[in-house]
């Protein structure tokens, strides 16, 4: 298994290799110095040991001024063990396989079996290393220990680690089959799913299509009926049929009703697909656009708009924008019984994103309905009560995810409703990036 340069796992790795290092190095020192304690008159070779620790002590060392090295630390490491596996085995020969050096022979050659990694050096080193031993033993004249359990140690031991070493191979071979099945598996679903959303967004478009194209041809007739319904009311209005009149009242207000419904909509039709017109565009003149547009009302109820912090530009599609905020304008005016609305409109720009309040003196929203409200035809009130159609606060969700945000609402009965909601600081940059992500996926 491969691991990147940066990843936790290599780290982890390169830090075993090296305590291998250090423990070896450690290790043929100190057995040297045993063995010459405990066996007078054994044939020791110090410069040579010193020889081998000073290597390992390089290689560890090396591992952390060179990059190279520490790239290459396994097989640096397993050379080394393998040269000391000859060393120990030569050192056995010479001391007649004495018990304690061969015990000696046997701690390198697990050692070389447990910190090989790649499959071709494990097989090559492990059976070198066996019928070095063996050789050894047969040459030499006298060993202390009798060549038959020589031969089957080494062999008992060689089988053993050689067969260990397949099955770990076997079954790291069945986690990446198992791990190229479930990617595979992966990217079908991956595949299954992108076709389905690309059909989900065909069959979208069409309905949003079809409810423009729709809407578009009801206003037609609905203005013919209201037309002649208005004619006629103009023709009886000097009777005194009073209950025909207010059937034709009942007819015209039906017809306008349905015109506001259609022309809503329409508008949020419109706002179905994700913005295009994006630009770089100053906060302060869209909702003064805004605020303009709604002048009528305001005057009527003798309503109080203003705002703070609007000093930020911000990338955005500007006919939505100004949408958005004669939306929110309006209700926050409409759903208000005080002498005097009072509407504040705030902006603070956070670190990835700015954030928007509209804060109004009206009749609140229950936290109950909080979610409603943005639903299509969602209403709390009759239309005796408040005029609408529940398309309103739809079409401004719309809007604010068609520019990566967010829309919620802090309000109770009777204590005003703040409405918040969010637009990314880095839009032109995400739009950037997906604009270069569906050309190359075009291509």
């Known amino acids: 298994m491969k691991y990147s340069a940066t990843s ?5 790795e390169i830090l075993l290799y090296r305590l291998i290092l250090v423990t070896a190095a450690v290790a043929v020192t100190l057995f040297g110095h045993m063995a010459s304690a405990t066996l007078p008159g054994a044939m020791e070779y110090p410069a040579h040991r010193w020889m081998l620790s000073s290597c390992c002590l390089l290689v560890f060392a090396g591992s952390f001024l060179s990059r190279k090295i520490r790239d290459n630390i396994i097989t640096l490491t397993c050379w080394w063990l393998f040269i000391n596996h000859i060393w120990v085995t030569w050192i056995v020969y010479v001391n007649s396989f004495d018990i304690a050096y061969y015990s000696g022979l046997l701690t390198s050659f697990c050692a070389i079996t447990i910190a090989i990694r790649k499959p071709a050096l494990f097989y090559i080193f492990t059976v070198s290393a066996v019928l070095m031993a063996i050789f050894a ?16 140690t080494m062999l008992i031991l060689g089988a053993a680690f050689i067969l260990t070493n397949i099955a770990i191979l076997a079954f790291q071979k069945s986690l990446l ?14 595949a299954i799913a992108e076709k389905r959303a690309g059909q ?62 259609i022309e809503d909509v329409l508008l949020y039709s419109r706002f179905g697909e994700e913005a295009t017109c994006f630009k770089l ?123 990566q945000g967010r829309i919620w609402i ?20 995400e739009k950037e990036a997906s604009s270069r992500a569906n050309v190359l996926y075009d291509s």
Request: proline share 3%; net charge neutral; hydrophobic share 40%.
């Open 281 to 403: 565009e100053k906060i302060a003149p869209i909702v003064q656009e805004a605020i303009a547009a709604l002048q009528w009302e305001i005057q009527e109820k003798h309503a109080i708009v203003y705002s703070e912090g609007l000093l930020h530009s911000l990338y955005c599609d500007r006919p939505q924008m100004v949408q958005l905020f004669q939306n929110l304008i309006s209700n926050a005016i409409k759903y208000n019984n005080a002498s005097r609305p009072i509407i504040k409109i705030c902006l603070t720009a956070n670190v990835n994103e700015f954030l928007f309040s509209i804060k109004d003196n009206g009749i609140g929203i229950p936290p109950e309905q909080q979610e409603r409200v943005f639903k299509m035809f969602q209403r709390l009130h009759t239309e005796q009560e408040y005029a609408g159609t529940g398309i309103g606060l739809a079409v401004c969700k719309r809007i604010i995810e068609n520019h």
């Open 137 to 152: 033993a047969w040459m030499c004249p006298s060993p202390d220990i009798h060549l038959s359990m020589i031969i089957f």
């Open 200 to 261: 989900l967004a065909s069959k979208n478009k069409e309905l949003e299509q079809f409810a423009y194209i729709a809407s578009h041809d009801l206003k037609s007739p609905l203005r013919n009926i209201g037309g002649f319904a208005q004619l006629l009311q103009k023709r009886l209005g000097s009777t005194q049929e009073k209950e025909v009149n207010e059937y034709i009242e009942f007819i015209v207000g039906g017809v306008k009703r349905m015109n506001h419904l």
């Open 410 to 429: 802090s309000s109770n009965t009777g204590a005003g409703t703040k409405f918040y909601f969010t637009i990314s600081k880095y839009l032109d940059k």
């Open 8 to 12: 936790s796992a290599y780290d982890v």
């Open 177 to 190: 089959n198992r791990n190229a099945e479930l990617e595979k598996a992966v990217e079908e679903r991956a």
